[in-house]
């Protein structure tokens, strides 16, 4: 019988060790709070590849260089969300004999340097487009030897028909493209040499104010629910529940930003968008909730915030209750991803069959933004809450 209890024990002490070694810890974006509450997100986790998707067979992989490649097939490792206006900042590591380069504003597999993409090249000074060069636009006015010993850092800055470089914190290029090709992706490439990157960062550039601080002008309120928001130090209070606050404007493909506090331990609220507009919070629900289960971030308690709730938990809870938060939502068609504090949390494709109702199926519809009063004990403040429509993809010219 000792013998029993002492396996039994045994059993249960080897799976716990098990579940503690799967736990992932929160990763560690080096974004300033400064910059995390300025709209800046890490693109890179510094841990795994997430969010990231290769497009030819190479040996993408994490190591304590950050993202490295040295074989395999030429292409991009690109991210899963596209991106239009921002501000890129990263930095790279390369041999003397290196020629790769970053790609924004990219299709999955351009066709061309000048086709589907801007590249931003990295490659020897004797290179026709040296490091900081738009490959087949602009050549950059900077000459620098690569040296695999030294961090060299790229800018890159998207804003409708303007693409900028600097490199190493001087202009580099500059180019006006009469056709700008909109939202696409951010591609890391292996063309020729070992390469690794590191502290990948982006901010989403032009976001319009939703909140004006003083008042709910632009908001619907519905009275006969049971929520109150009101607006005190140029925050919107939500109390009591349920009820929901909701935009006059619609929105389909989209960028949000908003800074968050839940006022009491484990409060349950959430970020609707593309709601059927006056409905009863119909639409796609971003959790705001922190809890968390075993003291672990990475068992959401409640779908975790930054979820999309009853579709994809968070993968970690990296927000504190009583502590204010900003939470980045990005819609793009089926593809929904989302950051909190800089760290992405989620990232997902809703492959259910089309349906104009988002409870049944996939609703790419433009629809409302609707804040949550969850319950009774809801008590939460919201700031500087942001928005714009994410540019449509224009064909290469």
């Known amino acids: 019988m000792q013998f029993v209890v002492l396996l039994v024990i045994t059993v249960i002490f080897a799976i716990s060790g098990m579940d503690q070694t799967r736990a992932q810890p929160i990763p560690e974006t080096g974004i300033s709070d400064d910059d995390v509450f300025d709209g800046w997100i890490s693109l890179f986790d510094g841990n795994s590849l997430y969010g990231w998707k290769p497009e030819s067979k190479a040996d993408w ?3 304590t260089d950050g993202i490295t490649v040295s074989d395999g097939e030429a292409g991009l490792l690109r991210t899963t969300t596209q991106f239009d206006d921002f501000i890129l900042r990263l930095e790279f590591r390369a041999g003397a004999t290196t020629n790769s380069g970053v790609f924004v504003r990219t299709s999955p597999r351009p066709v061309s340097p000048q086709k589907g993409c801007y590249e931003i090249n990295i490659a020897p000074p004797d ?5 900081g060069s738009i490959v087949g636009r602009k050549k950059s006015t900077l000459s620098s030897n690569l040296n695999s010993d030294r961090w060299h850092q790229l800018q890159i800055t998207c804003v409708g028909h ?7 914190g001087k202009p580099a290029a500059s180019w006006t493209d009469p056709s700008p090709l909109g939202r696409g ?3 890391l490439q292996l063309n020729d040499g070992k390469i690794a990157f590191r502290n990948i960062r982006l901010k989403p550039l032009h976001l319009v104010e939703i909140f ?3 008042n709910l002008a632009g908001w619907n309120t519905y009275p006969e629910m049971k929520s109150r928001f009101s607006v005190e130090a140029g925050q919107i209070l939500v109390k009591d529940g349920p009820g929901q606050l909701e935009t006059k404007d619609l929105y389909a493909n989209f960028i949000f930003q908003g800074q968050i506090r839940t006022e009491s331990p484990g409060l349950n609220s959430g970020i609707f968008f593309r709601c059927i507009p006056t409905e009863k919070m119909n639409g796609y629900e971003s959790q705001i909730h922190n809890g968390i289960l075993n003291s672990n971030r990475s068992q959401p308690k409640d779908c975790g915030t930054g979820g999309i709730f009853r579709r994809k938990n968070a ?5 504190d209750d009583q502590e204010w938060f900003i939470k980045t939502i990005i819609a793009d068609g089926p593809h929904i991803s989302t950051w909190v504090n800089g760290v992405q949390v989620c990232d997902w494709t809703d492959k259910r ?9 996939l609703r790419e519809k433009a629809g409302s933004l609707m804040i949550q009063g969850h319950d009774p004990t809801t008590n939460i403040r919201l700031r500087d809450l942001k928005i714009r429509e994410i540019s449509v993809r224009h064909p290469p010219q």
């Open 61 to 63: 992989k994490v190591t």
């Open 127 to 131: 290179n026709p487009y040296p490091t």
């Open 162 to 168: 303007q693409v900028s470089v600097d490199l190493d």
């Open 185 to 187: 992706f951010i591609g």
């Open 212 to 214: 004006n601080g003083k």
């Open 315 to 319: 993968r970690f809870v990296v927000a």
């Open 353 to 361: 069959k089309p349906d104009a109702n988002p409870r049944r199926g």
